[in-house]
């Protein structure tokens, strides 16, 4: 063997046997390195929660079927809760609370979508008539309330009828409604009494007496009798009474024309 290679052969031992006697201080080295690494990446983690803990929401995103609720509800129900406005800090149950508590609202749901969003999604019932003048009803029967100033836009029924009564008292006003839809007549009002006695009054303000048994066949005799009441150019139907066995009792008024006065010009003599 030459020298050249067993020259090469030592030194390559000698290298080995080197890196060997420094191995540890190099895995010190390296630990030292990884540590340092992981408190950087975990101060910079802590900021960052720290920041987005004590920033406040910027986007809020409002969806759903609203007829009432505004922006301006959503904001005070925010302020209501007391808490921070930050994404860590809104508590959405809470939240959820306090915008249930408007008597409009139906469902709500709040989710919050990180770092700084907070979509709500808002149902409002939908009313389908005014009960006793106080409240509205949904189509469920549910009553609820609405301020006065939000319902401009609402034409809606008139029910009437004893406290508890709410669902069967619109169980039957929408069957009887139905009915009178189908011939082109629409109402105005409908009431039962405590005795359960119906009174209609239609969109022409014809008032319906109809008692509280054979209802839908009494529409069905008024449906069949109405033609014949038409023709009375000079009196209009008051009411019309249909708690007979047959036939039915008319109440008239008379129709009173505003006519102008008619001034009579005096003829002058000639000079």
Same mark, same amino acid.
């Given at each position: 063997m030459s020298q050249a290679v067993l020259k090469k052969a030592r030194n390559i =031992? =000698? =290298? =080995?046997?080197?890196? $060997?006697?420094y191995q540890p201080f190099l895995g010190i080295i390296f630990f030292w390195i990884l540590l340092v690494v992981l408190c950087i990446a975990s101060y910079w983690a802590i900021e960052q929660v720290k920041r987005t803990y004590s920033s406040p929401l910027s986007t809020l995103l409002l &969806? #759903?079927? $609203?007829r009432f609720t505004t922006k301006k509800d959503i904001q005070q129900a925010i302020?209501? &809760? #007391?808490? @921070?406005h930050s994404f860590m !800090?809104?508590?959405?149950h809470l939240l959820q609370q306090a915008i249930k508590r408007f008597p409009w609202v139906k469902q709500v749901y709040v989710r919050k979508h990180w770092p700084d969003k907070l979509d709500i999604h808002v149902t409002d019932y939908a009313p389908i008539a005014v009960w006793n003048d106080l409240h509205l009803l949904d189509h469920e029967g549910k009553i609820f309330s609405v301020p006065h100033d939000r319902m401009t836009h609402e034409r809606l029924v008139l029910l009437y009828g004893p406290e508890g009564s709410e669902q069967d008292t619109l169980a039957s006003y929408l069957t009887m409604d139905q009915l009178l839809s189908a011939h082109q007549f629409h109402l105005k009002m409908a !009431? +039962?009494?405590a005795r359960r006695s119906? *009174? %209609?009054i239609l969109d022409n303000e014809i008032r319906l007496e109809i008692g509280k048994v054979h209802m839908m066949s009494r529409l069905k005799r008024f449906i069949e009798l109405y033609p014949f009441f038409e023709n009375h150019p000079d009196q209009r139907i008051d009411y019309i009474d %249909? $708690?007979?066995?047959? #036939? @039915?009792?008319v109440h008239w008024s008379p129709i009173f024309v505003e006519t102008q006065p008619? *001034? +009579? *010009?005096?003829?002058?003599?000639p000079p």
């Open positions: =031992k =000698k =290298k =080995k046997r080197i890196f $060997r006697d &969806t #759903g079927e $609203r302020l209501s &809760t #007391g808490i @921070a !800090e809104e508590d959405v !009431e +039962m009494n119906w *009174q %209609l %249909l $708690r007979y066995k047959n #036939g @039915a009792a008619v *001034q +009579m *010009q005096s003829k002058k003599s």
